[in-house]
């Protein structure tokens, strides 16, 4: 390893800054690559108009004034030759510079372009003239008391010293490819001399990254199916036939196809990694029950892991139904649990009495023991870190474990950044729903929105208001309050209004909830607390506010609250200025082409919670962005791994195969 310090020019305190931006060595400074690149090329003045950036060089001429604005504003001007005119100069705050600016001396300008004055407010001054190719500068993150210059600098110290880079693509890949080796394509990147050698290196490091971060799916997936620790259980498919038939519904194609899926994973021997996947509404939760009832049925503790309280009871409850002629012994553990109850359930764990529990993340915490763990569910797991799994593997439990998520993946993640994983997806919705009705409404057409909520409550019907946030009134967003407010004014006379939000204690909205259950409550009011699994069905329509500062799959999200039985339900999305993407939400009411655009347009980020670009290996690579390569590597890393154990005694792989092993702990 090279150490920071020994690089010439870094000090302790220098080295501190280095390592403010996560850089802990010679190597990692190497692999801290430029976010963009400035091309300097000198400007066409004729072609530039007033406020333009330019980029000029010349001959200074004459002797530089300093001008004293006030105390702590100071300005240099002088005046350059170009090739076409002479420009006058004016450069702030660097008297420093002052000594080194003679008339004669060749010089650079970046800077604003003033035309009427014929004047360069200058950004930045090089000394010597424009080389006659355009000239490509990296610009870095960096952190005060950094430059971007010293940032270069050092890195360039290090690429004309003596250093060692790992270069991970096997040969015959990087032969095919035409490749240039790590080394230089590391060179171009921090010292590019053209546009072309630059992405051919760019191209380089990202397939790279793509084809590590492919292998190590694999790898995963390897060593969740050949767990020694799994668990394989006989499957009653009498039994649980027999159980579904009580229900008071037919299972949709999907649910079944759902069920054999995860009832196969349970059967066979090695661990289950599925994410089942469908619309909100659509009926996850009871082929969630049917995989904890076959659990039960082999003898096996179920965990059902929700992200809210709220959710928890609804679940309980459900449970308790679904559950009523079987012989199984539920609780539900969350954060209000009595100490004396806790106490119970955490003993009832240990000893195997309790068969399925129900909680938020309580169900994870250190001192909860379980006898024979053999399946966790966790319910919208994007909320989830993906690595939670990993708790139970550190307790020396192997649980099947399945996802359910409300946010589809799109497709191209679930081959790739989720390709340890096994989908299931419920894309039919059961059978007699209406499909809810979406408008965008602007804010100034507030009394038709009220007209519509009026007709909704004289049915009887519920509504969920959402708003943004509470509290941080920015002026222009409605908070909670306003909101009750407005409802207060609107309809105070005829509902009865709730308002639920974050900050609130969990008994006071627990008690508002099932207030709102009951009918109780007309109009509830809420932040984005009620995303996530509520079921209420009497509730006919969401109005959400402030809709633009809402990701699309949230809306849609928040819109699966309503349409949860046979009475026609609209969300009604309001904000100033109509967008396509509000728009789109009109059009359908299909998550998985919701998240598909979610993706085109936004890309790889805030939907997909832990795997985020730089906790796996992925520097410069952007998986939306580079998706063809990504492809590329797929494919490569599929047939890699396929010839991996004949390579194994290979030398040439040995570094793979470390960078592989590295992941045994951290998974
Ligand atoms: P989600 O996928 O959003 O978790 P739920 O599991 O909460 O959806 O199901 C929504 C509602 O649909 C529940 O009231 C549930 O009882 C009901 N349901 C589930 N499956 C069916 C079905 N096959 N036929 C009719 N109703 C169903
Ligand atoms: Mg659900």
């Known amino acids: 390893m090279l150490e920071l310090e020994t690089i010439e020019g870094i000090g302790p305190k220098t080295k501190e800054l280095i390592n403010k931006l996560g850089i802990n060595s010679g190597e990692e400074l190497l692999n801290y690559y430029p976010y963009r690149y400035d091309v300097i090329k000198r400007s066409d003045i004729q072609n530039l108009n007033n406020g333009d950036r330019i980029v000029i060089d010349g001959i200074i001429e004459g002797q530089p004034t300093i001008i004293y604005i006030n105390k702590s504003l100071k300005k240099i001007i002088f005046r350059i030759g170009t090739k076409v005119n002479i420009l006058n100069v004016t450069l702030y705050n660097r008297i420093h510079l002052y000594q080194e600016l003679k008339s004669g001396k060749e010089i650079t300008i970046i800077g604003k372009y003033d035309k009427i004055k014929n004047t360069v407010i200058a950004y930045d001054i090089r000394f010597g003239l424009l080389p006659p190719t355009a000239k490509i500068e990296p610009i870095y993150y960096t952190t005060a008391g950094l430059s971007v210059k010293q940032i270069l600098k050092f890195i360039t110290t290090i690429l004309h ?7 991970l693509i096997p040969r015959y890949l990087s032969e095919k490819y035409n490749f240039l080796s790590k080394k230089e394509a590391i060179y171009n990147i921090h010292i590019p001399t053209d546009g072309l050698s630059l992405k051919k290196s760019r191209q380089r490091i990202k397939y790279e990254e793509l084809f590590m971060y492919m292998l190590k799916i694999n790898y995963l997936k390897a060593r969740i199916e050949n767990d020694k620790d799994a668990i394989s259980r006989t499957i009653n498919r009498e039994k649980i036939d027999k159980f579904i038939s009580t229900l008071s519904f037919e299972l ?9 899926e995860i009832l196969g994973d349970l059967e066979r021997k090695g ?6 996947q469908g619309d909100v509404g659509s009926g996850k939760t009871i082929v969630a029950f049917i995989s904890i ?9 179920s965990a059902l892991m929700v992200p809210t309280e709220i959710l928890a009871t609804q679940h309980y409850e459900e449970a308790l139904k679904v559950f009523k002629k079987v012989k199984m012994n539920i609780r539900l553990l969350t954060s209000s649990t009595s100490i004396k109850e806790k106490k119970e359930i955490y003993a009832g764990l240990e000893n195997g009495d309790i068969n399925l529990v129900i909680g938020t993340q309580s169900l994870i915490q250190e001192k909860v023991k379980y006898k024979k763990l053999g399946l966790v569910i966790t319910d919208e797991q994007h909320r989830f870190g993906v690595n939670q799994r990993n708790t139970f593997k550190e307790k020396g439990l192997s649980p099947d474990v399945l996802s359910m998520s409300a946010t589809p993946i799109p497709r191209s993640y679930a081959l790739t950044i989720y390709g340890d994983t096994d989908v299931s997806s419920i894309k039919s919705k059961p059978s007699g729903r209406k499909e809810v009705i979406t408008y965008f409404k602007k804010e100034k057409d507030i009394t038709e929105v009220l007209d519509m909520m009026k007709r909704e409550l004289d049915q009887n019907h519920q509504i969920y208001v959402v708003a943004p946030m509470i509290e941080e009134d920015d ?23 709730g308002v639920i939000h974050g900050k609130l204690e969990n008994s006071k909205k627990n008690r508002i909830m099932t207030q709102f259950e009951n009918n109780k409550i007309n109009i ?68 998985f082409e919701i998240s598909e655009y979610d993706f085109q347009t936004r890309g790889e980020g805030d939907l997909f919670g832990q795997r985020q670009s730089g906790e796996i290996g992925l520097n410069m690579a952007n998986i939306s962005k580079d998706y063809k390569l990504l492809l590329r590597a797929k494919e490569d890393a599929d047939e890699f791994i396929n010839m991996l154990f004949t390579f194994e005694t290979n030398p040439e792989y040995f570094p793979i195969l470390n960078e592989l092993k590295k992941i045994e702990n951290s998974e």
């Open 161 to 167: 010293g003596n250093y060692e880079v790992l270069d």
């Open 252 to 260: 949709t194609i999907d649910q079944q196809k759902a069920v054999e």
């Open 271 to 276: 661990r289950m990694n599925r994410l089942l």
């Open 293 to 301: 009832y076959a659990n039960f049925l082999s003898k096996y503790q």
């Open 475 to 497: 002026g222009n967003i409605e908070n909670v309050e306003d909101l009750e407010d407005k409802m207060n004014k609107a309809f105070g006379k005829i509902a009865k209004i």
């Open 524 to 591: 509830l009011i809420s932040t984005t607390v009620i995303e996530v699994g509520v079921n209420v069905p009497n509730a006919s329509m969401i109005v959400i506010f402030n809709a633009n500062m809402f990701g699309l799959s949230t809306l849609h999200q928040l819109r699966g609250r309503v349409g949860r039985s046979d009475i026609q339900s609209y969300c009604l999305l309001i904000a100033k200025e109509s967008q396509e993407r509000l728009r789109l939400l009109e059009k359908t009411n299909d998550g």
